[in-house]
């Protein structure tokens, strides 16, 4: 174990070094964040997954620091250039970019102009130049001209000086962390549109001749920026005022104002022109980049949580159906575990046999809910079953109707895990499926998709893929083992994300429970095939088994530590049931008496709530919600109409809304509240459900304004006369804040499912 690293990160992160030590251990011993987390509270000091996800993170970067240094050195030694002092620097190096810049100048390189002109003879005079001693730069350079090496002038002799020097300076440390600070500081992103494509490129009109401070630009304006430079519609810079990075050279190498200096000041200014700020640029391009994908990533991540974590209905007997107009309804009949039963097809133009048929399966599978998919036909769908449930008698009145996002859907229905549980089934019907579960159980039903094809991200696909995925899983993997899982009733999917399982253990465990029935203990999973002690301590308490041999079997209480339950029951002269059943008994419980070296006061706690609620679902109660009758497309909208909604994605600019007309309205972070909102995720979170208030729209570009606020659009006109007050210094300032504003937003349709 790296001891430096501990004691970095730990200052970093304001924690404690044993902290940082413990988590380093355990995630090189292979356990799991959610377990750490969850189980080994008293190693760690209680540190929460966000913490611990934080430490194994910094490690990562530590340790490819650490492999880099390794590389240079050893490029460093084949080259001859290795000695202590540089090796005492290089190991010394905090970041990469310091790390490069020491490498540097002794980084093989490609021929350069400054190369050429060594091999001609000419870094004597570049030295001598660069000293700046007062010599006579044009009579020393008489020495160096010479036909036969290439330098047929002292002007060539010069120039070939000045390439060495120019060279020279951009290989300083110094320069170029100051040139660093400069572009991170002052940088602006300028962009302008490529030339002929006005019309090709209209999506990014906005940014046809637009500028930004490095440090204000926030993620989704970079991310866009970026994207029309990458579809060659946009010309994309980064650069300070070239005036500052010319002063900051000077100041570091100009020593007075002789001819020498003359000519050192000119190198500088083609070192700048030529590498330093090319280099510099592609530096803090990277940077921003980074920056942008962080938050962007973090956007996502938020809000996939929040679907996942939706209310789940409940082991109910549902009806699924996928709209549709032309092809017909598909629906299908699922049992109270999701387990599917029939399928058949509606068509809204045959109203009577279609509400015959819905009819004739409610009863036939005793159907308790209804789950209809939000796209195409979805709202007609809806008024046309509600309708037939108005009309109804006896028990098909209680049936709740509820709308699904469906997105993704298709996505399941056309993968290989869809076509491997349903061989014989149409897409459609597949889909159907698909939406009746999610109406039952997000969780279990979404982590069979993509988390990019949900429809819950900003720029997914322009970020660094492999940070996203690695989020992701981290956001599936925590709400998984955060909510528990049947193991059961769970499919392989679902077990795939159960901590110190995968794709193979979830299999095997499936195949087990194929071939010998349910589960009737967690002892049992050690007879899966690789299943091993290490597996069976990271994944145990997380998977739960309903009405098993042992009561805590379905319970958050981890297997190794039954006995201190047992010892518990026995001190009370009572029974385990005993004790998650009275309350009375377990006040009764003096938790220090079971304090050992392994188990402290924070799992005992752990222990305690768990009797009091074992296997407790987390997730908030099932709410039914409706959207408002009458208003099922773009066309029936109203400026000013109140209407309820769902929050279905959280962008950094503000929130989309679902209010049940095929297309959902921008609440921009402007609109969000009466307040000022710094963070759109401050006041809404995705499967929200929110009252909104029409603000405008547009049909033909199918855009629709809502808020959030008392009194709409008050801050906007507000904004607006205020505007032409403004001085025209402060109007592109202004320009900024209204980017994203609704209808000025070229991008809208390009987050999550627009």
Not at 112 to 126: D, F, N, S, V
Not at 459 to 465: K, T
Request: with cysteine; aromatic share 6%; charged share 30%.
């Amino acid at each position: 174990m790296n001891e430096t690293h501990i004691s970095i990160i730990a200052e970093e992160l304001g924690l404690n070094e044993f902290q940082i030590q413990a988590v380093a251990t355990l995630l090189d011993e292979g356990a799991t964040i959610p377990f750490i987390a969850r189980y080994r509270k008293e190693a760690t000091g209680s540190l929460d997954e966000v913490a611990v996800t934080s430490v194994r993170d910094r490690l990562n970067q530590l340790r490819e620091l650490d492999s880099r240094k390794e590389a240079i050195l050893k490029s460093l030694e084949q080259h001859g250039h290795l000695t202590d002092e540089l090796q005492e620097k290089v190991m010394a190096a905090e970041t990469l970019a310091v790390l490069e810049d020491i490498y540097l100048p002794y980084k093989p390189k490609r021929r350069t102009k400054a190369t050429i002109a060594r091999e001609k003879g000419l870094e004597p005079l570049a030295l001598l130049i660069f000293e700046q001693t007062g010599a006579d730069p044009y009579e020393a350079g008489v020495l160096f001209a010479d036909t036969e090496k290439g330098v047929d002038s002292v002007e060539d002799a010069l120039s070939g000086a000045r390439d060495i020097i120019a060279e020279m300076v951009n290989e300083n440390e110094d320069a170029r962390a100051r040139l660093r600070d400069l572009f991170a500081s002052k940088g602006t992103f300028k962009s302008s549109v490529v030339s002929d494509m006005e019309t090709e490129g209209a999506k990014y009109k906005d940014y046809f001749d637009w500028e930004e401070s490095v440090t204000t630009a926030p993620s989704h304006r970079i991310l866009a920026m970026r994207r029309g430079e990458k579809e060659d519609m946009l010309n994309l810079s980064i650069t300070p005022p070239e005036e500052d990075a010319v002063e900051i050279l000077k100041t570091l190498f100009i020593k007075g104002e002789t001819e020498d200096s003359k000519q050192v000041e000119a190198a500088i200014h083609d070192c700048y022109k030529r590498l330093l700020s090319r280099s510099m640029e592609t530096e803090i391009r990277l940077a921003t980049k980074e920056r942008a994908d962080s938050e962007a990533i973090r956007v996502f991540t938020e809000n996939l949580r929040q679907l996942l974590l939706a209310s789940p209905l409940g082991p109910r007997r549902v009806m699924g159906i996928d709209p549709g107009f032309r092809t017909g309804c598909k629906i299908v009949c699922l049992d109270s575990q999701g387990k599917f039963l029939h399928n058949d097809t509606i068509y809204l133009h045959q109203p009577e046999k279609s509400a015959s048929l819905v009819s004739k399966l409610c009863h036939e599978f005793d159907v308790e809910a209804i789950a209809i998919g939000n796209g195409t036909a979805g709202r007609e769908t809806e008024a046309f079953v509600r309708e037939i449930l108005l009309s109804a008698r006896g028990d098909m009145k209680k049936i709740q109707v509820v709308m699904v996002n469906e997105s993704g859907a298709s996505v399941y229905s056309a993968s290989d895990v869809a076509r491997e549980e349903f061989p014989d089934l149409d897409l459609t019907v597949r889909g159907a499926v698909s939406i009746g579960r999610r109406l039952m159980d997000p969780l279990s039903e979404l982590v069979k998709i993509d988390p990019k094809s949900i429809g819950v991200g900003q720029y997914q696909h322009d970020v660094d893929q492999t940070a996203l995925k690695q989020s992701l899983d981290d956001v599936v993997m925590s709400c998984v083992n955060g909510v528990g899982v049947d193991v059961n009733t769970a499919s392989a999917q679902l077990l795939t994300y159960v901590s110190g399982l995968g794709p193979q253990l979830a299999k095997n465990i499936v195949a087990y429970r194929d071939e010998n029935g349910p589960f009737t203990s967690r002892k049992g999973l050690k007879n899966v095939k690789r299943l091993g002690p290490k597996a069976f301590e990271q994944c145990a308490g997380f998977l739960r088994i309903r009405q098993g041999e042992n009561l805590l079997d379905a319970s958050a209480v981890h297997p190794e530590s039954y006995h201190i339950v047992d010892l518990m029951a026995k001190d009370l002269d009572c029974t385990v049931s005993d004790l998650m059943k009275e309350a009375e008994l377990r006040k009764k419980i003096d938790i220090s008496r079971y304090v050992t070296d392994a188990v402290g006061i924070p799992t005992l706690n752990d222990i305690l709530e768990e009797l009091a609620k074992p296997g407790r679902d987390p997730r908030e109660k099932f709410e039914e919600f409706a959207f408002e009758e009458g208003v099922e497309k773009i066309q029936d909208l109203r400026p000013g109409m109140k209407l309820p909604g769902i929050v279905t994605n959280v962008t950094a600019f503000g929130a989309f809304v679902d209010i049940g007309v095929h297309q959902d309205g921008l609440v921009h972070i402007s609109e969000l509240a009466d307040r000022f909102v710094k963070t759109p995720g401050d006041v809404v979170k995705v499967q929200q459900k929110v009252t909104v208030t029409v603000i405008d729209v547009d049909i033909e570009r199918k855009r629709i304004s809502l808020s959030m606020k008392t009194v709409p659009g008050e801050q906007k006109q507000s904004q607006a006369k205020n505007k032409k007050k403004m001085p025209k210094p402060k109007q592109k300032q202004q320009k900024a804040k209204d980017k994203d504003r609704p209808f000025n937003n070229p991008f809208a349709d390009l987050l999550g499912k627009f």
